[in-house]
C-alpha cells in the first residue's frame, strides 16, 4: 500500500476508534459552535462556493439527510447551514477519507 494511502486509512481508523470509544480529538467539532448559523438557509452552489468543496458532495449530504433541507427555491435547495457547517468540520478532520468520517460519527451518535 502507498505510504499516503496507508497514513490516510490510519488516520481514518485511529479517529473512527476514537470516535467508538467516545474519546473524540481536541480538534473535534461541536454542533453547538455553529449555533448562530441556525434556521439560516443556503443554496448547495453557495456552501460549495463559501466551503470550498464539491457541489455534488453537499447534495448527496442532503439527500442522505445529514443535512436538513429548509426549502426549495426555483428548483435549488436551501439547506441549514449549521448542519452543513459541522459536517464540512468533520470532513476537513481527515480530507482524504473525510465521507468516511461523517459516516462513522453518525453511526456512532444514532
Known sequence: MEKKRFDNYLAGAIL???????????TM???SQ???????GIHVAAAA???????PTISRWA???YIRILGTEKNRLILNEKDVAFLIALYKLNPG?????IKAYFQETK
Request: charged share 20%; proline share 8%.
Open 16 to 26: 473512527k476508534k476514537m470516535i467508538s470509544c467516545g474519546v473524540y480529538p481536541l
Open 29 to 31: 467539532p461541536n454542533r
Open 34 to 40: 455553529f449555533n448562530h448559523l441556525e434556521g439560516v
Open 49 to 55: 462556493r463559501k466551503y470550498n468543496l464539491p457541489q
Open 63 to 65: 439527500k442522505n439527510g
Open 97 to 101: 477519507s473525510g465521507v468516511k468520517t
